[in-house]
């Protein structure tokens, strides 16, 4: 059985849930985490519904073999194809990155018309449309694609002037349509959230999911008694299922710092 001591588990498809994990260590910076990159089948974007529910559950299995006492689906595509089924199949908190994001928009939208950007999977699922919808809202939702903002962020041309002239390009639509608010649907995209706000202007708020899903899980431990307690010395621990020195390399521009030790891993066993 968890306990507040116990970590909070989290998976992705590959590196850039590690910005959720940056947010959940500044939110509660007490609390053991456990990340889990699954970098050998990334990206989950180009994989059937049936696929990302099988790779979420073995992930999942994984995360719950450290006993960890919430999970965290650092992952859009995973959250919009996966998050109601594990909520169905396993009985610990699971919270996706895409709710939280939704709940903020429609709190702090003064004009109610909101944009969206993520990648071409996340956008075509249609998850924050029906997020939306779920609360009956009536606010008018402009869903932008970016598929280049991931490689830029990967590539670290985060400042580069190519960043902003395709920041440019693919944030026109949100531009014409007045949005006052906009979700960065993408756990790569808080990286690249300067050059978005140089194009959107200061009048637009930009919602960070993975700040957001933090703030989230912090109110979950709570209400459930599971919050680690003060002074608790907190353990991290990073697992990938291929080769570790990509990570290695990449996670310092989500994280700010080395991971430390990262450990390969067979979640299909």
């Given at each position: ?93 699971i919270l996706g990155v895409i709710e939280p994001g939704v709940e903020t928009a429609m709190r702090l939208t ?160």
């Amino acid at each position: 059985m968890p306990t507040p001591g116990s970590a909070i588990g989290v998976f992705d498809s590959g590196i850039g849930g590690l910005t959720v994990v940056r947010e959940l260590t500044r939110a509660m910076p007490s609390e053991s985490l456990v990340y889990l990159g699954d970098t050998a089948r990334v990206p989950y974007g180009n994989k059937s519904r049936e696929t990302v529910q099988k790779f979420s559950t073995e992930n999942t299995l994984f995360l719950l073999h450290h006993d960890v006492k919430l999970i965290v689906i650092a992952c859009h595509t995973a959250t919009s194809f996966a998050s109601s089924f594990l909520e169905k199949h396993f009985r610990h908190p699971i919270l996706g990155v895409i709710e939280p994001g939704v709940e903020t928009a429609m709190r702090l939208t003064r004009t109610g018309r909101v944009g969206v950007i993520g990648t071409h999977a996340t956008i075509g699922s249609k998850a924050y449309r029906h997020a939306f919808a779920r609360h009956h809202s009536k606010i008018k939702v402009t869903p932008v694609a970016c598929p280049l903002f991931v490689p830029i962020v990967e590539e670290g041309w985060v400042d580069d002037p190519v960043a902003l002239t395709i920041a440019q390009k693919y944030l026109k639509p949100l531009l014409d349509d007045k949005v006052d608010t906009v979700i960065l649907g993408c756990t790569h995209y808080p990286l690249l959230k300067s050059t978005i706000a140089k194009v959107m202007g200061p009048r637009v708020q930009l919602i960070d999911s993975a700040q957001q899903v933090a703030l989230k899980a912090r109110e979950t431990l709570r209400k459930m008694d599971l919050s680690a307690p003060r002074g608790h010395k907190p353990v991290r621990r990073f697992f990938v299922t291929d080769e570790p020195k990509h990570f290695d390399r990449l996670a310092r521009r989500f994280l700010g710092q080395r991971p430390g030790n990262v450990s390969r891993v067979d979640v299909t066993r």
